[in-house]
């Protein structure tokens, strides 16, 4: 039974955190959970596509976003703009889906401020050395890049301590359960069930 309007889920990390090994797993589990794709400007990774992985735009079209207001947050990160566009999430939460924004940590921020309802996720490396390892595994930045990633890890994780949940991504399956164990606490919540035991009253009126 599909709630009136679906939850709002938001993950974040610290680059090269996890997030989009632990959403895999995550939505492989979940039918009912649709993702957000953020608009970015930056350059596409190998492997990544437009319209699955991320919106790639231009600068200058992801600036008549912001100036026409099509978006929930964005934010500056390493020269490149991300951003979380509206239409689609208001969508499909007005639909009973639940939607899944992967936001960078300080659009995770203007979020929290905006939409108090949103239930935040954040991922957290075992420790920086593994962060480190992973970034310089992915073999897609320079050595410039990826010290500038870990200085804006360092001063990304302090904000963890601002969002409702966190998840350890040491072991993936494990991480991937943890997610799946706070969707599923999030959907049994009674401020989110308050029609279903209104519907069942409704009904006992009419039984008795």
Request: glycine residues 6%; charged residues 30%.
């Amino acid at each position: 039974m599909r709630m009136r309007k679906g939850l709002l889920l938001m993950v974040l990390s610290p680059s090269g955190g996890g997030k989009g090994s632990i959403l895999k797993g995550v939505f492989a589990e979940n039918a009912n959970l649709r993702f957000s794709i953020s608009a970015t400007t930056r350059t596409p990774r190998p492997g990544e596509e437009h319209g699955k992985h991320y919106s790639f735009v231009s600068r200058e079209e992801f600036e008549v976003m912001i100036k026409n207001n099509e978006l929930i947050e964005y934010t500056e990160y390493c020269g490149n703009y991300y951003g979380t566009p509206k239409k689609a999430v208001d969508n499909w939460l007005n639909t009973g889906y639940d939607v899944v924004l992967e936001v960078e940590v300080n659009g995770g921020l203007q979020i929290k401020k905006l939409m108090p309802h949103c239930i935040s996720i954040f991922i957290l490396p075992p420790s920086l050395a593994v962060l480190e390892k992973r970034l310089r595994r992915r073999g897609t930045e320079t050595d410039e890049v990826i010290v500038k990633r870990l200085q804006k890890a360092r001063d990304e994780i302090p904000h963890a301590r601002h969002h409702d949940y966190i998840v350890i991504n040491d072991e993936l399956e494990t991480a991937i359960k943890d997610v799946n164990a706070i969707i599923r606490a999030e959907k049994l919540k009674t401020c989110n069930n308050r029609e279903i035991i209104e519907r069942m009253m409704s009904n006992a009126e009419t039984i008795s």
